[in-house]
T-cell receptor, first 111, second 112 residues
Framework: DAKTTQPNSMESNEEEPVHLPCNHS???????IHWYRQLPSQGPEYVIHGLTSNVNNRMASLAIAEDRKSSTLILHRATLRDAAVYYC????????????FGTGTRLQVTL | NAGVTQTPKFRILKIGQSMTLQCTQD?????MYWYRQDPGMGLKLIYYSVGAGITDKGEVPNGYNVSRSTTEDFPLRLELAAPSQTSVYFCATQGYANQPQHFGDGTRLSIL
């Protein structure tokens, strides 16, 4: 499985945008880029996914580099409830759609 | 909607005991997964199933068994509990390939 690299931790102030980076230089042409987050003492929660084009939903935006070797998850206005571990995962839909979790980025949001 | 229900939420076992972690879903999803998460780490896949009657090993299957007799249920069995199996166990479901996975709230298991 192609691997991803994320910073261990990031901090943000409440109400400000947050850009969470992810490097995936060995991504294959069929890999989708998925983001999940895990709030304290909860199971992971799907955030967003994309293949080539930038994607938006009610939770976040996903910006994908033109060469697809990196991507950025954008939280437009961080709140205290966004404090979580964010996982960037490459997923090949042809392999039973398994998810391979790394250690993710722990986002701290402060007042 | 209940979604993915895991029972029990907490359990303490003695070394060598056995138990079954239950996972039930009401979303009629084909795919189901079992993960474990050790402190400070990401999730690791134990077993998965792409439909009733079909199961396959994930990254860390040793010490565990699964079955999938119905679409709704995907129990995980520990036969001889060992301290290394102390972890948080998550069950997840998915409707079709590349759709998001939906996770339960987890079972926190300690083996002493």
């Amino acid at each position: 499985d192609a691997k991803t690299t994320q910073p261990n931790s990031m901090e943000s102030n409440e109400e400000e945008p947050v850009h969470l980076p992810c490097n995936h230089s060995t991504i294959s042409g069929t890999d989708y880029i998925h983001w999940y987050r895990q709030l304290p003492s909860q199971g992971p929660e799907y955030v967003i996914h994309g293949l080539t084009s930038n994607v938006n939903n009610r939770m976040a935006s996903l910006a994908i580099a033109e060469d697809r070797k990196s991507s950025t998850l954008i939280l437009h206005r961080a709140t205290l409830r966004d404090a979580a571990v964010y996982y960037c995962i490459l997923r090949d839909p042809g392999t039973a759609s398994k998810l391979t979790f790394g250690t993710g980025t722990r986002l701290q949001v402060t007042l | 909607n209940a979604g993915v229900t895991q029972t029990p939420k907490f359990r303490i076992l003695k070394i060598g005991q056995s138990m079954t972690l239950q996972c039930t879903q009401d979303m009629n999803h084909n795919y189901m997964y079992w993960y474990r998460q050790d402190p400070g780490m990401g999730l690791k896949l134990i077993y998965y199933s792409v439909g009733a009657g079909i199961t396959d090993k994930g990254e860390v299957p040793n010490g565990y068994n699964v079955s999938r007799s119905t679409t709704e249920d995907f129990p995980l069995r520990l036969e001889l509990a060992a301290p290394s199996q102390t972890s948080v166990y998550f069950c997840a479901t998915q409707g079709y390939a590349n759709q998001p996975q939906h996770f339960g709230d987890g079972t926190r298991l300690s083996i002493l």
